[in-house]
């Protein structure tokens, strides 16, 4: 079994900061690309920002210079540092990760159970 879970998440103030993380544990091989999505209510969840297992990462121009993804390979962990937050941030934050599980062939799609991200005055 291989889970994903995420922490961080709260209430801030706008132009406030965040920092959340994700750790991934269970019977792992390796761990490909991992992401960061959103979704806020009453709209579809979106792309936030990823990093390949090499350090290559893509946001999208909504958060792009704002947001921070990295990773550190030796604890199975990616973090997202949330910078200038802005009331349409809010929404609840999910990890994904592409893994290969022990004993497995090739990568699936694992996620979080998602974090809740508030951001008002």
């Known amino acids: 079994q291989v889970q994903l879970v995420e922490s961080g998440g709260g209430l801030v103030q706008p132009g406030g900061s965040l920092r959340l993380s994700c750790a991934a544990s269970?019977?792992?091989?390796?761990?490909?690309?991992m992401g960061w999505y959103r979704q806020a209510p009453g709209k579809q969840r979106e792309l936030v920002a990823w990093i390949t297992r090499g350090g290559i990462t893509n946001y999208p121009d909504s958060v792009k210079g704002r947001f921070t993804i990295s990773r550190d390979n030796a604890k199975n962990t990616v973090y997202l540092q949330m910078n200038s937050l802005t009331p349409e941030d809010t929404a609840v934050y999910y990890c994904n990760g592409f893994i290969i599980a022990t004993g497995a062939l090739y990568d699936s799609a694992y996620w979080g159970q998602g974090t809740q991200v508030t951001v008002s005055s």
């Open positions: 269970g019977k792992i091989f390796r761990i490909n690309t």
